[in-house]
């Protein structure tokens, strides 16, 4: 039966898989076929749930080239948690226990990433694997485990090599090692990539911290401030200066604006981590960003240069501005007016626009990390480019001095890929009082 649903496109936005998960419960992908496989129910937190995974993926990325290449661009996906006609939902594990449960059956040839999405209001787990390539390995079983059939226990070997048939996934005929025999030897013409990889930074990488010594005390001076303008009330410095009629704050009106401002004091406590964050990644940007700078050195130019880098959770990465979360609006006392203007945070970087470049990237936040996307048209023998800037800041929430960065580089012209990994210190620690946050005026009268 045909599908129709858009397989042209390999789906990868987090819009497209949600899209493609609703097309499998909906029935427009009506059957399981060589580029996708669902499971309805199925446990990620265990070994076998991980093997039937694994499976999948070792399967799809036997796949004959152009063959695969028919539909999805050549990716394929195996969902979890959902069904034709139905969405089960799916207990996601801890991101770095499902990257070491798959890891484990699948070698680091094949080139896979999971996310999840949302749909009926339940998890659906789905693993996109890349598309296969001429001079790629055979992927081969890591690891053997058991599964279960008529009530009978039977051993699946380490090495086994799977292949997909429409619908099902089934061991390697002879027919099927000569084409991916053959599919090895093809990029054996190609030379491999030669190159240099390096990450450059105009600015130490920080970490935002949210820890009360970072944050009170801007909480308590703005607590301070609010509270100083009830002093002000019913005094000469309260009066209008122009004129106009004048009416003292009553006691009822002050008790309720401490109620707001133990309020607005709880609310700026909350907030003030990820607006600090937003607002050090746009500095970073525009003052203090970092680079991956890729070099040829090889005796010809490098052609369609694909860049991913793989960035673990815990370190945040950014391509361009963010958009600043506001810090709450502070109270109002009546007959005063506490701001000079609504809050732009910080205001030294606030209107900072996104610039495109040329070799515009996207971010891909995965389960297990997020993947950043940098492609090149072409790199000369001899010459290096530096691609677009990245601000890298450490989450508060992680202890980790030092982080491991994973660049994978293939090149439309070369033999297989290139992968080079880069660590990345944190150099400080940083917090909202390094900001020039906005404070409440003094009384003006209304």
Known sequence: MGTDFDVRRAARSATEIESLVRAVVDGRIPDETTYIEWKG?????SKAGAAHVARAMLAFANRHVETAKTTFEGVAYVVVGAEPGAVHGVDMPDPADLSNLIGKYVPV?????????????KAVAVFTVESPMAGDRIATLLTAYEVESAGKTRQVAAGTVFVRRPGKTEPATPEDFQMLQDRLIAGGGLPTIDAEVRLTSAAPVIRVSRRPEFVEPIVEEHRALLESQINAVGSDEAAPKDGRRFRYTTSGEITLFREQIEKYVGRLRSDL?????????????????????????????????????????????????????????????????????????????????????PDDGRIEQRITDTVVHLHLDELHAGRSHAFQNMALIADDDTNLDEFELTVDITAKNRAGNLVERIKVPVQATVGPASLNLPKPSGASSD
């Open 41 to 45: 129910i199925l446990d990620l937190r």
């Open 109 to 121: 040839s094949v080139r896979w990433n999971s996310t999840s999405t949302s749909t009926g209001g």
């Open 273 to 357: 981590g990820p607006a600090a964050t937003a607002a050090w990644a746009r500095e970073r940007l525009q003052t203090g960003p970092t680079n991956l700078r890729l070099r040829n050195t090889g005796n010809t130019a490098l052609e369609s240069i694909q860049i991913t880098v793989h960035v673990p959770h815990g370190l945040g990465v950014w391509l361009w501005a963010p958009k600043l979360g506001e810090i709450p609006e502070p109270p109002l006392l009546k007959t005063t007016r506490l701001w000079t203007e609504r809050s732009s945070y910080p205001t030294g970087v606030s209107g900072m626009p996104r610039i495109p470049q």
